[in-house]
């Protein structure tokens, strides 16, 4: 094998953002060694013992051949001597979070844009794990992107392209590439956390349907809920990975996974739960017969149940997180346990020191992400076997479990409202202006806190500031307004909205319409934008 150093001029835009690098595919293939700047610029910059195992995979999207063949090169030709790759590339962003824990990984490259839509037109990304199976933080994306402000050079073997399709080892001198299957691993993490021959049973009598949307999870759908708990395959759906997902969206959301969302709200609705996940696996949504249980709901309602779920029967829960935008259900469920409940800003990494630590065992985001203290990753399948064990110990259907729940805590009603395709500059000149804003009260109830929310992490005193700019009401209302960190195009503003009442039935436009007046008016999103309603209401 030959090493070669190629010459190459850096980018300017190769800033990560909340997870990973995202781009549309154009960009990848169209500008000259885009991909290989960004990955030698994160091997450059991430000091590690290039013995231990590297891994890498996708979520089965177009592009991702290309970009695993590159990057075993550019990692052979770097000195690193364990390379794994996911067969036919596959490996889910929960289930890499997992491998890395479990094989001693020094660090991952995801290739996913995550819920984005995937082919030519489509968007592929990048996410970079380390060794402890959890996103780069803050210090490390920054420092890969100033790398990637000056590289010059990168290396790169003359090898060819490694069979992928089967489980096998190639050597190159003193280095190996191992193809691995990657859900065998991820479901023995599964049954150790939950009740296997308690749901078994209970699907007997109960059905479950899961739509993979031709993304990643389906065969470790396949493998969980088909193979292990004898789910009929039928109620897998769209389980084969695609490369443009099947033209789809894969994003679990009652308007992108609107099949299965309408399936659960027809009369007929003959399944207990249902559930979808995203393009890379980590994403879940919750739904049972006529009802849609919005993502810090369905995190509230896991911890409130946790007792249910051998996972925390053995391990308690000792604290639990949310990003700064989701409700805060989950706080009114810590407050019942006395036990910890910590707000970060938005993104994965920020819950991985509170995980490290002990602090937490559970935490989630309203960007219908979910999980707990077995990976530093949301999960979506794990968040669906939560549901599912929750079921089967009590026997309730989803929307008992969410009454009773909201009829216990009060319900936080909930709404995203997105402003999407925005101009870069206009979006940024609004968020600037907030500071300069004052406000006195909203219905009658006083502002008890403004303000740009900077967090300072409680276990190394690490500060990320500028995460969202909030406005709190007291117990009775909130709204946040951030940029979205994922996009390809243009500016997406996000405004979060969230109003709290005892009364549990009301209907949520009638209630949240109200706070969501207020706030466009004040954050004056006709005036800067040029845009008086949301593109998107999730
Ligand atoms: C990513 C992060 C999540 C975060 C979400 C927010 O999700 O992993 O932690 O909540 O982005 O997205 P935005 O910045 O657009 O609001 P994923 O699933 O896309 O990797």
Redesign the pocket.
Known sequence: MKIQTVSTVPYQDQHP????LRKKTTVFEENQHYLENFIQSNINIIKIDRSRPLVIGGDGRYYNNRAIQQTIRIALANGFTDIRVGQYGFVS?PAMSHLIRHIGASMSFIFSA???PAGKNGDVGV?VNLSNGE?APLEITEAAFAETLKITTYLITDTDDIDLSVCADYQFGEASVRVIDSVSDYVGLMKCQFDFDLMRNYLKDNLLCFDAMHAITGPYAKAIFVDALGVPDEYILNATPLPDFGGGHPDPSPKTAKHIYDIAQADDCSFALLAAS?G?G??NMILGKGIFINPSDSLAMIAANAEYLPHYQSHPLKGVAR?LPTSRALDAVASQKGIDCYATP????FFCNLLDSGRISLCG?????TSGNHIRE?DGIWAVLCWLNILAVTGKSVAQIACEHWQTYGRHYYSRYDFEGLDTSAATALLQSLDNKSIAAFNGVSVTHSGQFTYVDPTDGSVAENQGFEVVFGEKARFII?L????TSGA?L?LYLEVFDKCSDLAIPTVIEPLAQFAMQFMEIARYCDIDYPSNIV
């Open positions: 953002g909340t997870s990973g962003t995550s819920h984005n996410k996103p995203d890379d980590d994403r990003s938005t993104g994965w990494k985001e309203e960007s219908f992400g949301k951030r979205s960190g994922t996009g997406t996000r």
